[in-house]
């Protein structure tokens, strides 16, 4: 990929990930911060990438072990968010005051 | 697959990332936006079994190595996720930021033997970014777990010459990035890892246990940014928005968390080497208290007009969550006005205190937060501390130099009367003596949080 795309995509990118979050009360910090945990275990998809690949066992058996904790990160990351966020089902009248 | 769609499905997979941060920030569309956020992460993930990366053939190598790998990671961390209490969610969140870590650091690993000699000048430096941030992120949050666990001391550890050992380890793992860059070679690469993995247990090391939630939170965005080097390195457009993002977004929470509790990223990392030795704690301990039975605190509740709950850690310990709500709905029941005042760190993180809460079915118009209620306590005649001593500490007000002084605190002693729930005069999580525990309209009724209110709701009832 060209240099310029890849830095413009980060640059992008930051700016989205500043925006969507700079104004959540304090109430959401904590699903907020774990639900972000979640999206980085995609890193999975990096792991799978690089099993695919390894030609050696080292290789191999380093990659195995990024996609055991890649999953955990990710699988476990978004159940215990929902397991937060299931505390704030919505009430008979609903919604935070 | 061609190279077009499989782009094209990671395009879709990043936006639903940004929907789902988009949706947990507001209350109503957090549980969409996680649930979002998983659809995005599966997509990603079965999207990459579909696609011949490099031009090699279907299906990929290694495919059963994989698919168990992946089967061990879900049956370890999805009964986790289910399983854990409430109370010690924190850690759990912590562990898995830590593990993420470390698999971006094994990917970056795993590339940069692949790679070899191949490897152009970018790409190594992208990997040694990943190995040194993933790195520190694993080891500093098994730090942090275990200091959530209470395996080991909450409060900051310091040795003589620690900051000269942390910027030793710090110039060390420096080195050795400059040494991969420009000698390549699998050696200089694992002691690289070595020298980060220890420069992160020192970082996390001075860290005061109050101030743990934001050093996850900061690990957490840096985790988010090793992803985004490998994606530069894997080039994967996914990869590099979804850790940019996290990135982004960790560091602003990180920024909005420091300012809840009113602390100064600078400070949280640095404090334990700036802050000047403590006051006299033990000179203290000899003050005489005034402890009370059920009875007196019913008797105190019976005839307040207002009433303000500040619950606690202590309070989810004790798992007395729906006694204190049997409580609240009594004194309701008898005319008198309650809310729970919540301090924006009450438990162990931002906003734990109101999952425990809900978890309890209390309804959200009681919960007030700390800048409504805290000019109310005027007019309150009774204030109930319940297994929480750092968020009404008047130290954090009164004495510069204490770990948590500009945090801003309940502010209980302007109440008529405080009634401390507590086992013991133990001091808080962050290890500092409270004044308002001797202070004359203050009664302290010791023992277990949920078997003391048992107590007292079944002698507010008969009164």
Redesign the interface.
Known sequence: MEPIAIISIFVLAVFVGFEVVSKVSSTLHTPLMSGANAIHGVILVGAIIVADHSSTNLELGLAVAAIILATINMVGGFVVTDRMLEMFKPKKDGENK | MSHFLYSLIGLA?GVC??L???G?????T??R???I??I??TI??VV??LYA??G?SLP???LG??L???A???V???P???K?Q?TQ??Q??AL??G??G???A??A???Y??LGAKANT?EVIATVFTVIVGCVSFSGSIITFLKLQELMTTRPVVFPGGRFVIAGTLAATLGAAVWVVSALGTNPLLILAALALAFGILFVLPVGGADV?IV??LL?AF??L???A???V????????????????????TR??AE?MGRSLFGTLFGAFTAKPQEANGAAEDRPVRSGSPDDVAILLNYARRVVIVPGFGLAVAQAQHTVRELADLMLSKGIDVAYGIH??AGR????M??LL??ANV???QLA?MEEVNPTFAQTDVAIVIGANDVVNPAAQTTPGCPIYGMPILEVSNAANIIFLKRSMRPGFAGIENELLYDPKTMLLFGDAKASLTKVVSALKNL
């Open positions: 997979a990332f940004i789902a941060l988009k947990l920030s507001k209350p109503k957090a549980r936006g996680n649930i956020g998983a995005g992460a990603a993930t990459v079994f990366q490099d090699e990929l190598n290694n190595w994989i168990g790998a992946i061990i990671g879900v370890i961390g999805v986790a996720a289910r854990v409430m969610m924190p759990l969140v898995f930021n593990v993420g470390g698999a971006a094994l990917v690993i795993v590339e033997l692949h970018a939630p996850i939170s957490n985790t988010g090793t992803v985004a490998s994606g530069y894997l080039d994967s457009t996914l990869l590099i928005i979804a850790g940019t993002l996290v990135g982004a977004s960790g560091t602003i929470l909005l968390m809840a924006p760190v993180m931002p906003g734990h109101n999952v809900a978890e309804p959200y118009d937060e």
